[in-house]
């Protein structure tokens, strides 16, 4: 209710203090706790619950608020304590250092996987060391976990605190949560299937159908059409087995204790309903007819553009390009533009070979029958084998025929027309990738081309990517959208490499663990380790980050950083430091202004999300972004 007067106001606060609390003093048993608890409002992790807690500096009394009755701390202020600000008053009074704020918030966290409790500021909470330490004792002398009760390191102004912090508080860090974690959910979705274990990928692959639901011990290269997958490693958010549960809308978890629990394995060979949660799966026996994938609309028609046949250079790359040089090399265009407003920079050296030249030479190696075989074919049903062994034939076919050596001279010419950079990454730029509803991230190739290297010859590197439009893992996720692969086409984006990078990284301009809220996803990882695809046992820098207010327009965030989990190949501290976490984050608001502004101002701006890869210089440090699309979650 709407507030109108001082007396109005009064009145209320009289009859809100008189009220019977929805909060309790103390939290004696675990029946308690869980009784008042909900998930967090920031789903980091899996299997953890949450009490909110306000301590009242007015009174010296800490309420352990009841999330049945109360999402946000500041409604029970309002509704409990009499405060009568505004939501924007309480923001700024009460996420502050300011030794005069009346509340002192923040949750309390249970960690099933670790048996811990922790307190968390929020992060954007800029509590004083005083403030904290006062909050802390104040919680462990009103529970019955005061023996189990943590500090939780995972903010960038709490680590900023640790020096200071009295050595009486026990602290836990993100990594402590992360690594001792057993379940982590990676595509909140149901479906139906017969469950298969997978022992031996190679002997077993020909036999998976669009039906089965896989349990894994080790994720492939690439998947077939399936219902849902169990896999025993940590996944980052646009790993290759996330963005195929979240593409396809399968239900996705990881579970590291699988093939130790019997009665999972007991469900090979049944019908099941498998259900991806937040804190949990099921696999519950189902008395249902398995049918597949079945076509519920015709083909997918993309768009394209043979009529290009000369190469362009990146400063004269427009959107309506997308036509003939595919949405990759479209979208860099779009970036360098930016790049002249925003402080960073895209890689040099970059040009686009169109499509043409890509049907130019599959015209010459002679493809087209083999195509024609192909698509006759009820691909979703075939084995994987058949399927692999036709497409093999067509790879081979696009590498065993010569480059055109005209298309190779002027490749030549425009590397020295652009600088003294001769090593470059090609990277594929088709219509079937980077699109509004398809994102096709991981399934093409990059390969690296170094002019006047025989080792490294760029006409190599060209027919790798051309012929990676065809990779089993390509073209069955084509066939699961339902995409017409007579119109899919292959350009190729050119620029620099960067064999010595520094930091390399992805950045998701949504905040993926909170809807509707702030916040950027950024993984990120030493040297040239893949953040998507990582060496087995490697883990990477994962963090929420957030841009200045002055950037954003949204409240008080001034560069806010929550951390998830730190690189392993790191020392436990993160690659990038602070400034340029914070630095990245402003660009990132940037970027994502402009581009919405221009093409969707109908969406969320808060829930919309771009997907971009981004790099450190090794020698200067210097922020690069190299790709952007957007992100199709």
Request: aromatic residues 10%; charged residues 25%; hydrophobic residues 35%.
């Amino acid at each position: 209710m709407k507030l109108l007067s001082i007396g109005l106001v009064l009145i209320w606060s009289l009859v809100a203090c008189s009220q019977v609390s929805t909060s309790t003093a103390q939290i004696q048993s675990f029946d308690d706790f869980k009784s008042r608890s909900s998930q967090p409002l920031y789903q980091k992790y899996g299997q953890v619950s949450a009490v909110k807690v306000v301590y009242d500096n007015n009174t010296d009394r800490v309420h352990f608020i009841d999330a049945s009755e109360y999402t946000y701390h500041h409604e029970f202020c309002e509704d409990e304590l009499g405060y009568f600000k505004s939501l924007s008053d309480f923001n700024e009074e009460n996420y502050s250092g300011d030794q005069a704020r009346q509340f002192l918030l923040g949750n309390i966290n249970y960690y099933q996987s670790i048996d811990k409790f922790a307190l968390e500021l929020g992060p954007t909470d800029r509590m004083n060391v005083k403030h904290l330490e006062k909050l802390f004792m104040a919680i462990k002398n009103d529970v019955y976990f005061d023996d189990r009760l943590y500090l939780m390191m995972s903010t960038g102004h709490v680590l900023s605190l640790k020096s200071v912090l009295s050595k009486d508080i026990p602290l836990l860090t993100p990594e402590d949560v992360y690594s001792n974690q057993t379940y982590q959910p990676l595509s909140k979705n149901s479906n139906y299937g017969r469950v298969v274990i997978i022992r031996n990928w190679e002997e077993q692959a020909k036999d998976i159908r669009s039906t089965d639901i896989l349990l894994l011990d080790d994720i492939p290269p690439s998947f077939p059409l399936v219902a849902g997958v169990v896999v025993t490693q940590f996944q980052t958010p646009l790993s290759h087995v996330s963005l195929l549960g979240q593409n396809r809308k399968i239900p996705v978890c990881a579970y590291t204790k699988l093939f130790q629990s019997e009665d999972l394995l007991a469900y090979a060979g049944k019908t099941v309903k498998y259900t991806v949660e937040q804190d949990t799966f099921r696999l519950e026996v189902a008395d249902v007819t398995l049918n597949g994938i079945e076509r519920s609309r015709s083909p997918i028609k993309l768009k394209f553009d043979y009529t290009m046949d000369t190469l362009i250079a990146a400063e004269y790359l427009r959107e309506r390009n997308s036509r003939n040089v595919g949405n990759k090399a479209a979208n860099f265009g779009l970036l360098l533009d930016y790049s002249e407003k925003i402080d960073f920079k895209t890689p040099e050296s970059a040009f686009a070979i169109p499509f043409t030249f890509y049907k130019k030479h599959t015209i010459s190696s002679g493809i087209d029958p083999l195509l024609a075989q192909l698509l006759q074919k009820d691909n979703l049903d075939r084995e994987q084998a058949l399927i692999e062994r036709d497409l093999y034939l067509i790879r081979e076919k696009i590498m065993n025929t010569p480059v055109d050596p005209i298309l190779l001279a002027d490749i030549e010419k425009m590397i020295l027309h652009l600088g003294d950079h001769r090593r470059l990454r090609f990277r594929s730029s088709t219509n079937a990738e980077d699109r509004d509803g398809f994102s096709g991230a991981g399934l093409y190739t990059s390969k690296t081309g170094e002019l006047f290297n025989e080792n490294k010859p760029i006409d190599l590197a060209i027919k790798k990517v051309w012929a990676s439009l065809w990779s089993y893992g390509a073209f069955m996720e084509r066939e699961a959208f339902n995409i017409d692969h007579r119109t899919v086409a292959m350009g190729i984006l050119a620029h620099r490499s960067f064999p010595n990078e520094e930091v390399n990284g992805v950045a998701i301009t949504t905040n993926l663990y909170r809807d509707n809220y702030l916040g950027f996803v950024v993984n990120a990882q030493l040297g040239n380790e893949n953040v998507v695809d990582p060496t087995d046992g490697i883990t990477c820098d994962q963090l929420i980050c957030y841009p200045d207010e002055k950037v954003s327009g949204y409240g008080r965030n001034g560069g806010s950083i929550d951390i998830i989990t730190y690189s392993s190949l790191n020392d436990g501290k993160l690659v990038m430091t602070d400034k340029e976490i914070k630095d990245l984050a402003n660009v990132l608001e940037g970027i994502k202004r402009k581009y919405l502004r221009k093409h969707y101002t109908d969406k969320s701006y808060l829930n919309f999300g771009l997907d971009l890869e981004f790099k450190l210089d090794a020698e200067t440090r210097q922020l690069y972004i190299k790709q952007m699309r957007i992100f199709n979650n």
